[in-house]
Nanobody
Framework: QVQLVESGGGLVQSGGSLRLSCAAS????????IGWFRQAPGKEREGVSC????????YYADSVKGRFTTSRDNAKNTVYLQMNSLKPEDTAVYYC????????????????????WGQGTQVTVSS
């Protein structure tokens, strides 16, 4: 069964850090580009980052650049999103998604090209 499972969300104070995990089962992540997305109540889904395994390149939304970092552990078939200097506006449900491509597409942030999605994990940042 193909599955992506996010974990690591929770409640944190402004300025704090969290690390989200995205564990894959039923397929190997090393031939997939991995995106992270978030959706806050009443807002549209937002692309946070996309990581290409082939060359290690990662793209970030301007809103998180310099604060969030994506990494992979292919041995664990897991991708991570390290979130530092969190702000209340980072509060959202965070999702990981996988697309069968060695590279992130030009429209990686749109979300339409991804093959698999996780169920999401809640991140709440208090002021």
């Amino acid at each position: 069964q193909v599955q992506l499972v996010e974990s690591g969300g929770g409640l944190v104070q402004s300025g704090g850090s969290l690390r989200l995990s995205c564990a894959a089962s039923g397929f190997t992540l090393d031939v997939y580009a991995i995106g992270w997305f978030r959706q806050a109540p009443g807002k549209e889904r937002e692309g946070v980052s996309c990581n290409s395994n082939s060359d290690g390149s990662t793209y970030y939304a301007d809103s998180v650049k310099g604060r969030f970092t994506t990494s992979r552990d292919n041995a664990k078939n897991t991708v991570y999103l390290q979130m530092n200097s969190l702000k209340p506006e980072d509060t959202a449900v965070y999702y990981c998604a996988a697309v069968a491509s060695f590279y992130c597409g030009y429209s990686w942030y749109a979300g339409s090209e991804y093959d698999y999605w996780g169920q999401g994990t809640q991140v709440t940042v208090s002021s």
